[in-house]
Every structure is written in C-alpha cells, then in structure tokens.
T-cell receptor, first 108, second 117 residues
Framework: GIQVEQSPPDLILQEGANSTLRCNFS?????LQWFHQNPWGQLINLFY???GTKQNGRLSATTVATERYSLLYISSSQTTDSGVYFC??????????FGGGTRVLVKP | EAGVAQSPRYKIIEKRQSVAFWCNPI?????LYWYQQILGQGPKLLIQ????????DSQLPKDRFSAERLKGVDSTLKIQPAKLEDSAVYLC???????????????FGAGSRLTVL
C-alpha cells in the first residue's frame, strides 16, 4: 500500500489566523480525502479531492496528483477548528490509508 | 438521515477476555469498514465488506479478531482473547456501493473505545 505523511504534526494557532496543512503520498492515488476528528473522537469527512481544488466555507483543499501532495487551508480559524486533521489516500486496487494526522489547537 | 451507529461506546476488559462491537451502517450503504485507531495514530483498516462478502482483511489479526456481516447490513467485530495492545478505538464506517456517485466518501460512526487491563 501507499505511505501517507502529514505535516506539521502539531499546530497551535491564534483565533483568526490562517494555516496550511500538507499531505504527501508515496504513489499515485485515485482517491484522496481529508477528515477532521473533533476532540470527542468523531471523524467528519471534509473533502473528497483526488485532484484539483475545492472550497467549503473557510476550508479549502488542493491536490496536485502529479506531484503527489495535497494541501488543506484553514482561513480565519475558530476554536471549533481544533482537533486532528487526517488525509487518507488510496491507489488503484489498494486500501484507503490514513496519515498520522496534524493536531490543531486554536486558542481564543 | 441516520448516521453510522456503534455500540458500546466504551468497554473495559481484562486481558485474555473477549469483547464484541456492533455497527449499523447508513441505510443503503453496501460497503462497511472496521478501522482500529490507536491513541496518537491514524485509523488502520482491519476489514472491508461489500454487502456480506469480505473485500479486504489483510490487516486483520485473524488469530484473535473476527468479523461478520451475515445479512449484508449490520456487522459485529469480535476480539478473543484480548491483548493489552488491542486497547484502541474501533471505528466503523460505511459508503455507497462502488460505481455509485459519492461511493468514495466514507461516513464514520462515533467509535467504540476499548481498554484492556
């Protein structure tokens, strides 16, 4: 299966700040998703983005499939954005593999 | 629409005991997944079902873990006997059948947290 690496591992933000989270994957993927795990452990799907750019409110994501990375942008961060952000990728014929996550703490 | 239901939410057992977790996916979702999430790590796929058939169980420790989805709807994951390293959150997820619009998007349940003492 593919390897998925996320950076940075930890991020502390002041409320209102912007940030970029990165996900690198070791092989070409046909499925790339971003998830947010809230402090209570619930995983919520943010984006299905095997290529291109998508936006949902203050969040947006870009995947450059040819260069094997994806970026998640958080703008005007709020305390409710705290939690762990995971990306997960899947190459053809393989299983969806999660990265180790980026732990985000937004301070008021 | 109702989400993915899991029970129990928490379970504490002694090592060598057995435990079972239950999952009811979103209605109409043909694909069901069980993931293991150890503290501080990303989820790891244990087993994937397509209706009542197993698609991938390559990372399931078959000497102690078993899972079934007999009628292609709800599923049970069992651990027997449990080891200390099985302490984790067991997440169930579901998705639409392959080829269906939106089939690539997984919806997760709240998880079942297992502590093995």
């Amino acid at each position: 299966g593919i390897q998925v690496e996320q950076s940075p591992p930890d991020l502390i933000l002041q409320e209102g700040a912007n940030s970029t989270l990165r996900c690198n994957f070791s092989d070409s993927v046909n499925n790339l998703q971003w998830f947010h795990q809230n402090p209570w452990g619930q995983l919520i799907n943010l984006f299905y983005i095997p290529s291109g750019t998508k936006q949902n409110g203050r969040l947006s994501a870009t995947t450059v499939a040819t260069e094997r990375y994806s970026l998640l942008y958080i703008s005007s961060s709020q305390t409710t954005d705290s939690g762990v952000y995971f990306c997960a990728g899947k190459a053809a014929g393989n299983k969806l593999t999660f990265g180790g996550g980026t732990r985000v703490l937004v301070k008021p | 629409e109702a989400g993915v239901a899991q029970s129990p939410r928490y379970k504490i057992i002694e090592k060598r005991q057995s435990v079972a977790f239950w999952c009811n996916p979103i209605s109409g979702h043909a694909t069901l997944y069980w993931y293991q999430q150890i503290l501080g790590q990303g989820p790891k796929l244990l087993i994937q079902f397509q209706n009542n058939g197993v698609v991938d169980d390559s990372q399931l420790p078959k000497d102690r873990f078993s899972a079934e989805r007999l009628k292609g709807v709800d599923s049970t994951l069992k651990i027997q006997p449990a080891k200390l390293e099985d302490s984790a959150v067991y997440l169930c997820a579901s998705s639409l059948a392959p080829g269906t619009p939106g089939a690539n998007v997984l919806t997760f349940g709240a998880g079942s947290r297992l502590t093995v003492l």
